[in-house]
T-cell receptor, first 113, second 114 residues
């Protein structure tokens, strides 16, 4: 599986954009980049995913570099409720129809008032 | 709409007892995954269901762990003769189809083995 590298922690001022980077230099051509977040004591929450093109939804934007070796998750106007651990995942086919997810340590984002 | 639900939310048991954890996936989701997350650790895959079949059980840590799924819907993870190292949050996720659609997670069951 392609591994990802994320900063351990980041701070962001409330109301500002939070830009969370992720490196995935060994990603294969058919592997998607997924982002989830986990607020303390809750299950992981899906945010966004993409293959090659930039993506935007109601929660965030995902910018993937042309060579697909890195990506950035953008929360356009961070709020205190966005404080969480953010996981960047390269989702690979595991065989037998399974696409098991592997979470690393993630980035702990702290939104500061 | 309704998301993935899990019960119980918390379970405290004594070492050596059996426990059953339940997952109700999103309606219509044919793929179901069980994971566990130990304190401060990443996500550990346990088992994958497609319908009622489990083509990938490679993550089950020992034969004390088993899971079943009935009617292509509800799944139960059973841990027999629980050990203290089984203490973790057990998470269930479901997705629309086997081709790898987005997985949506439940809130988890926190298992504590005393």
């Amino acid at each position: 599986d392609a591994k990802t590298t994320q900063p351990t922690s980041m701070d962001c001022a409330e109301g500002r954009a939070a830009n969370l980077p992720c490196n995935h230099s060994t990603i294969s051509g058919n592997e998607y980049v997924y982002w989830y977040r986990q607020i303390h004591s809750q299950g992981p929450q899906y945010i966004i995913h993409g293959l090659k093109n930039n993506e935007t939804n109601e929660m965030a934007s995902l910018i993937i570099t042309e060579d697909r070796k890195s990506s950035t998750l953008i929360l356009p106007h961070a709020t205190l409720r966005d404080t969480a651990v953010y996981y960047c995942i390269v989702r690979a086919y595991s065989g037998a129809g399974s696409y098991q997810l592997t979470f690393g340590k993630g980035t702990k984002l702290s939104v500061i008032p | 709409g309704a998301g993935v639900s899990q019960s119980p939310s918390n379970k405290v048991t004594e070492k050596g007892k059996d426990v059953e954890l339940r997952c109700d996936p999103i309606s219509g989701h044919t793929a179901l995954y069980w994971y566990r997350q130990s304190l401060g650790q990443g996500l550990e895959f346990l088992i994958y269901f497609q319908g009622n079949s489990a083509p990938d059980k490679s993550g089950l840590p020992s034969d004390r762990f088993s899971a079943e799924r009935t009617g292509g819907s509800v799944s139960t993870l059973t841990i027999q003769r629980t050990q203290q190292e089984d203490s973790a949050v057990y998470l269930c996720a479901s997705s629309l189809q086997e081709s790898g659609d987005t997985q949506y997670f439940g809130p988890g069951t926190r298992l504590t083995v005393l």
